[in-house]
């Protein structure tokens, strides 16, 4: 049995206020039964871990270096997150790919730097829509998930969480249906589990993309979908906790 695993990513909004509040009402909440994780700005960080000290829920960075430090300005390391209270790190979301033209090899060196650091990395995969309507999803995503499991090895994945996020679903409201997003998770895990099943059977896939508290519980409920990594509905605390109860 898979433990849910939920994760909110703030992405580049909030202030220190509201750092300090949302971070104490998720902590104030005190889900058990599922792991939740706090993405905030990297500015936010020392409130959001001071929020979350001695409680069940995490932070993480929403991105990191594949540097161990240097003159790389702008950027940020494993070892600082670690230092500040981290317990994870997005790599490779679809923002970063998209913006920042993030390739593969770069997000599985990421993912790499934060296990080194003991950081839970969340790699974040997912197709573009004009991929999608190309018929490309598969290859896509497999290609993603394969650069990670080439440079870090199939064991790994006993300490990484996978995320599906399609790219048409994020911020759009347009959600992948339960069945949409099922058919990809059960890709994923089948990818992972031509190399070791028991590991396969164990990693958590999570799904991204306008989820909100109305579609949580059905997307929750699939064989394959082991929780959700959060956008818009993050930024407001009766939201994200609705969507975390829906994944108890
Ligand atoms: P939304 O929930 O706003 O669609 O964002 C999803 C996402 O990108 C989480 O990383």
Known sequence: MRRKWVGGNWKMHGSRALASSLAGAVVDADIADVDIVLFPPFPYLREACAACAGSRVAVGGQDL???????????????????VGCGA???????????????????????????????????CVGESLEEREAGRTAEVVSRQLGAVVERCGIAA???????YEPVWAIGTGRTASPGQAQEVHALLRSQLARDDARIAGSTRIVYGGSVKPGNAADLFAQTDIDGGLIGGAALQATDFLAICAAAR
């Not at 270096?65 to 997150?81: D, I, K, P, R």
């Not at 994945?157 to 995320?163: M, Q, S, W």
């Open 89 to 123: 790190v997005l790599a490779g979301h679809s923002e970063r790919r998209r913006y920042h033209h993030e390739a593969d090899a770069q997000v599985a060196a990421k993912v790499a730097c934060a296990m080194d650091h003991a950081l839970l990395p969340v790699l």
């Open 65 to 83: 270096s594949e540097h161990e430090s240097g003159a790389f300005t702008g950027e940020v390391s494993a070892a600082m997150l670690r230092d």
């Open 157 to 163: 994945f006993e300490r990484i969480v996978v995320a």
